[in-house]
């Protein structure tokens, strides 16, 4: 934030109070604009996700000029209240996709397998990361939406680590970048790789960051690659809640002397991450019908799209062309790095 009242000369309004507020009510405006012109896009281009626009909508509306002004001050509060709140309530929501049968159907050797995937991209970007130098939580942010599911993940995360929104904003660009080239890419590697359809599928959900470019990539190869995708994919979210719950206990761990003072600790498990389990749970039981799942699913997709509008609208280009050379390496790296171990593990597995 303190970059940000840098390039602007004034600081934003601070952030009071439990509800919006008249102070937040520009910031949440604009990102329902930026939903709107989301869901747009997608209809216009359904290669292109939802999440995705909002992502590249919020990084043009900090840059475009008679909007700029608005993103960097009146509006900045209800951004920023987007990019958290809104967040942790679509990653809660985000449980209602997952059921425990589905994980178990797709066998001990498939789960194994997106486990040992998620755990070498994980700790390999991670350090890579820290050898590059990069600044903050970058490489913590980057390692985390390159191995889950992306952006949703990256929120998640940078909830419990406390990231600078700077450093949030960076790694949301770069791993959407990543997953949109993806939807390009990989269907082009789909048979000179040797993958039947269900194989390619696999690999694609193993691969892939964030959810909607899974389907937008899996697709081109038909039901059975969607099917088998969407469910790999699915596990990997299912990872969210541990890793979130792993980084809190390595904050509090860092925090226990300044909370000492304080009388106060960052929680062990973060209440979303509790409710994103329980969601699982209730999904688990069957009990919900098909038209609530699809409603609450629509209802996660908006406001996942407000979030990441949010958080696409504190990304500054200049700042990021600054340390662009290194945040690419990495990206670059890490995405040999999924690709390459979610290919290796599909054809041990399938």
């Known amino acids: 934030m303190a970059l940000l009242t840098a390039r602007t000369g004034h600081r934003p309004a601070p952030a009071t109070g439990r509800g919006p507020g008249p102070g937040k009510l520009p910031g949440l405006a604009m990102a329902a604009g930026g939903v709107a012109g989301a869901w747009a896009v997608h209809e216009l281009v359904p290669a292109v996700p939802m999440l995705t626009a909002a992502v ?39 449980g ?4 425990l049968d589905d994980v178990l159907g797709l066998g001990w050797a498939t789960v194994a397998m997106v486990v040992a995937v998620v755990a070498a991209t994980f700790w390999g970007t991670l350090r890579l990361g820290r050898r590059l130098g990069l600044r903050g939580d970058q490489p913590l942010l980057i390692a985390t939406g390159y191995s889950i599911c992306g ?61 909607g470019q899974v389907v937008a990539t899996a697709q081109t190869a038909g039901p059975a690659a969607l099917t088998d995708a969407v469910l790999v994919k699915l596990m990997r979210v299912a990872l969210l809640a541990p890793l979130v719950a792993a980084v809190a206990v390595s904050v509090r761990n860092r925090r226990r002397g300044p909370a000492k003072a304080s ?22 039981t069957g009990w919900l019908p098909g038209g609530a799942l699809d409603l609450a699913g629509h209802a996660q997709e908006l406001l996942l799209a407000a979030a990441l509008f949010g958080l696409g609208s504190a990304v500054h280009l200049p700042s990021l062309a600054r340390t662009g050379g290194r945040v690419a390496a990495l990206g670059l790296c890490s995405w040999v790095v999924i690709a390459g171990a979610s290919y290796g593990g599909v054809l041990l597995t399938t």
């Not at 209602?96 to 059921?99: P, W």
């Open 56 to 94: 590249v909508l919020g990084i043009a509306s900090a840059h475009l000029p008679g909007v700029r002004a608005a993103v960097r001050g009146a509006a900045r509060p209800g951004l920023t209240l987007a990019g958290k709140r809104l967040m942790r309530i679509g990653v809660v929501l985000l």
């Open 96 to 99: 209602l996709k997952l059921s």
């Open 151 to 211: 952006a949703s993940a990256i929120g998640a995360v940078s909830e419990v680590s406390g990231s600078d929104e700077e450093d949030v904003a960076t790694s949301v660009a770069l791993v959407t970048l990543c997953g949109t080239l993806a939807i390009a890419v990989l269907p082009l590697l789909h048979h000179p790789l040797g993958l039947d359809d269900a194989q390619f599928g696999r690999w694609v959900g193993a691969g892939v960051h964030d959810v």
């Open 263 to 284: 009388g106060k600790r960052p929680p062990l498990v973060p209440l979303f991450v509790l409710g994103f389990l329980a969601m699982v749970a209730v999904r688990t």
